[in-house]
C-alpha cells in the first residue's frame, strides 16, 4: 500500500475511533472538549506523518511492532477522551513511542537530519505531555488541559504550514 493511501486509511481510523469514543464512550466532563481538540489535530498530524514517512521508513519487524503500538496508542487515547489521568498518561505514551519509532530509524535512512528534527519534536511532545500530566495532577487540570489544546494547535500550524517538519 503506497504511503498516501496509508495515510488516508490509517487516519480515518483514527478520527472514526475520537468521534465514537467522544461521542458514546467518553464520560461527559469539562474536559472532553479540549481532549477531543487535542486528539483530532494529533490525528490531523499524522495524517501528513505516515503520508511522509511511510515510504521512508523501512521495511522492517521493528518499525511494524512500533507502528502496532502506536495504533494501541492512538486508541487508548481516542477511548481516554474526557479523562484527565487516563489521557494524560495515554498521550505520554504516544508521544514516547513516537519517539522510539524515529530512534530505530537513526543511520537507516538517507535524510539524517530530518529523522533528527523529528525525534526532536516527538520528544518535545513528550514533555509537553509530561507538563500536562503535572498539571493533570493539581488543582489546575483543566487549565493545563486548556493550554496543552491551545498550545498544541498553535504548534501545529507553525508545524505544517508556516515551518513544514514533512518535506525534504
Known amino acids: 500500500m ?5 495515510s488516508w486509511l490509517a487516519t480515518s481510523a483514527f ?5 465514537v469514543a467522544a461521542l458514546f464512550y467518553s464520560i461527559v466532563s469539562p474536559f472532553l ?6 486528539y483530532m489535530v494529533l490525528v490531523v498530524n499524522t495524517f501528513f506523518s505516515i503520508r511522509f514517512w511511510g515510504a521512508l521508513q523501512p521495511n522492517d519487524v521493528r518499525q511494524l511492532l ?3 503500538v502506536l495504533v494501541l496508542a492512538y ?9 484527565p489521568l487516563h489521557f494524560a498518561l ?5 508521544f514516547v513511542a513516537a519517539s522510539l519509532k524515529y530512534i530505530l530509524m ?8 530530518l529523522v533528527e528534527r523529528k525525534i526532536f519534536l516527538d520528544a518535545l511532545g513528550a514533555v509537553a505531555c509530561a507538563t500536562l500530566l503535572g498539571g493533570t495532577l493539581t488543582i489546575y ?7 496543552f489544546a491551545i498550545g498544541f494547535a498553535l504548534a501545529n500550524v507553525y508545524l505544517l504550514f508556516i515551518r513544514p517538519m514533512y518535506r525534504l
Open 106 to 113: 537513526r543511520g537507516r535512512i538517507p535524510h539524517e537530519s
Open 15 to 19: 478520527a472514526l475511533a475520537g468521534i
Open 75 to 83: 486508541l487508548t487515547l481516542a477511548f481516554s477522551i474526557g479523562e
Open 33 to 38: 472538549l479540549p481532549h477531543f481538540i487535542i
Open 66 to 68: 512500533v507502528d502496532a
Open 2 to 6: 503506497n504511503s498516501t493511501a496509508k
Open 90 to 94: 495515554a498521550a505520554l505514551f504516544l
Open 141 to 147: 487540570a483543566l487549565e493545563a488541559a486548556w493550554l
